[in-house]
Nanobody
Framework: QVQLVESGGGLAQPGGSLRLSCAAS????????MGWYRQAPGKQRELVAR???????YFADAEKGRVTIWRDNAKNTVYLQLNSLKPEDTAVYYC??????WGQGTQVTVSS
């Protein structure tokens, strides 16, 4: 089974940007949908954005206009660009495909 490894998290200032990467151990070309989710302390995991294998995208209402998702099937990687970061974006960000398990997550902390 394809395994996922997230990276790119860290500490960012409000208004800043981060690019997260989700690298797969195998081909993601046949995985219909790849998504990014996040879980803040004390809250349930929630969808941030997802993308289909042909490039169709969906964004959670709170993220529209601030995030971009894309996939590079040749590199077996899915990306999430976070812009105009807010403190409430602080969470562990996870990647998951429609036929994969969860990755281990990458911490994003937004603070001045």
């Amino acid at each position: 089974q394809v395994q996922l490894v997230e990276s790119g998290g860290g500490l960012a200032q409000p208004g800043g940007s981060l690019r997260l990467s989700c690298a797969a151990s195998g081909s993601i070309d046949s995985i219909y949908e790849m998504g990014w989710y996040r879980q803040a302390p004390g809250k349930q995991r929630e969808l941030v954005a997802r993308i289909t294998r042909v490039g169709g995208t969906y964004f959670a209402d709170a993220e529209k206009g601030r995030v971009t998702i894309w996939r590079d099937n040749a590199k077996n990687t899915v990306y999430l660009q976070l812009n105009s970061l807010k403190p409430e974006d602080t969470a562990v960000y996870y990647c998951k495909g429609s036929t994969t398990d969860w990755g281990q997550g990458t911490q994003v902390t937004v603070s001045s």
